[in-house]
Each structure stands twice: as structure tokens, then as C-alpha cells.
Nanobody, 117 residues
Framework: QVQLVESGGGLVQAGDSLRLSCKASGLTVSNYGMAWFRQAPGTVREFVGTIRDSTTRYGDSVRGRFTISRDNVRNTVYLQMNSLKSEDTAVYYC????????????WGQGTQVTVSS
């Protein structure tokens, strides 16, 4: 069965950095479009970024601060978050899709990131 397990969340201060991990089992991350989403309390889920093949893209609110990378040996996708702001506080979710432009078929359980000011 497919499993996506996020880890690395925690409580940090504004301006700090944090790296989230999404370890996949049951699928090979290099064969999927992998994405990060986030959802703050009382809000709709927001797109953070994706990596597919060698291409990454990011949402406007995180571009220039966040970086997505992939380790094919560990079958893990990472989200490096720098210059964190209080607005980045959210539950961060990892997701995977097989087809370009398709739905995200698989989701992790989420990891909480809290940025204090």
C-alpha cells in the first residue's frame, strides 16, 4: 500500500529555517509529481510547491524562501523552509500524483509547523 509520511515539523521563531521530509513507500517518488500543500486553521488548503522530474515550481507566497528537493535513494521529498514567517504556520501535507495535471491521489497525514513572532 502507498504511504506518505511527513516529518520535521515543529515550533520555530520567525526568521528561522526548518526542513520537512516526506518519505514514500509503495510508490517511487521519481515517477510521480510530488507536492507540498499547507492548511492553516480556518482556511482552505494552499499550494506550496511541486517537483516533477527536474522541474520545481512554487506558490507565490513561498517562492524564494522554500525549496523542494528529492532524494531518489531514500525515496523521500524534502521541503526546505527558510526565512519563516508567522503566516507560514499551518499543517503541511505531502501529496503525489502519477499524471501531469491530474488529481493528487495520495496524501500524507500532515505535520504541524508553527512559527512564532
Amino acid at each position: 500500500q502507498v504511504q506518505l509520511v511527513e516529518s520535521g515539523g515543529g515550533l520555530v521563531q520567525a526568521g528561522d529555517s526548518l526542513r520537512l521530509s516526506c518519505k514514500a513507500s509503495g510508490l517511487t517518488v521519481s515517477n510521480y509529481g510530488m507536492a507540498w500543500f499547507r492548511q492553516a486553521p480556518g482556511t482552505v488548503r494552499e499550494f506550496v510547491g511541486t517537483i516533477r522530474d527536474s522541474t520545481t515550481r512554487y506558490g507565490d507566497s513561498v517562492r524564494g524562501r522554500f525549496t523542494i528537493s528529492r532524494d531518489n535513494v531514500r525515496n523521500t521529498v524534502y521541503l526546505q523552509m527558510n526565512s519563516l514567517k508567522s503566516e507560514d504556520t499551518a499543517v503541511y501535507y505531502c501529496a503525489a500524483r502519477r499524471s501531469f495535471g491530474g488529481v493528487y491521489d495520495y496524501w500524507g497525514q500532515g505535520t504541524q509547523v508553527t512559527v512564532s513572532s
